[in-house]
């Protein structure tokens, strides 16, 4: 089994800081109410939130999202399109039957020769 790395204990201590942090927003709550002689504090109406109208996926956003990764994401996502464009070439031509039985070459070392 894996050892947790300190990142994966940062990462369950920072959840558990949240779930915390819920709880203890939830009891100031409550003491709110208790101090009101246990009734509801009038809070301004809330109204539910106005629903968001899906938008389309162009290729503006996507250069527009790129433009606000940072070098190493950026260098990183160049790299993957690059051994994509290569991984599609290569299928390409597997695929095309430009290279044929007869354009096959073997290479036998001279010393396998030499029996």
């Given amino acids: 089994m894996p ?3 300190s990142q994966d204990l940062a990462g369950f201590w920072d959840l558990l800081q949240l779930s915390i942090d819920d709880v203890n ?3 100031d709550q409550l003491q709110q109410i ?12 809330k109204k539910p939130p106005a629903p968001v109208p899906k938008k389309t996926v162009r290729q503006k956003s996507i250069i527009t ?7 190493p994401d950026r ?7 690059r051994l994509m464009a290569a991984k599609r070439a290569a299928s390409f031509r597997q695929n095309s039957g430009s290279e044929r ?14 029996l």
């Avoid at 999202?65 to 070098?71: A, F, G, N, V, W």
């Avoid at 039985?101 to 030499?114: G, K, N, V």
């Fill in 25 to 27: 927003m939830k009891f």
């Fill in 65 to 71: 999202r790129e433009r606000s990764l940072d070098l």
């Fill in 75 to 81: 260098h990183r996502q160049e790299a993957r399109r």
């Fill in 101 to 114: 039985a007869d354009s096959i070459e073997i290479y036998i070392p001279e010393a396998q020769t030499r």
């Fill in 3 to 5: 050892r947790p790395t």
């Fill in 34 to 45: 208790k101090n009101n002689c246990w009734r509801p504090i009038d809070s301004p109406e």
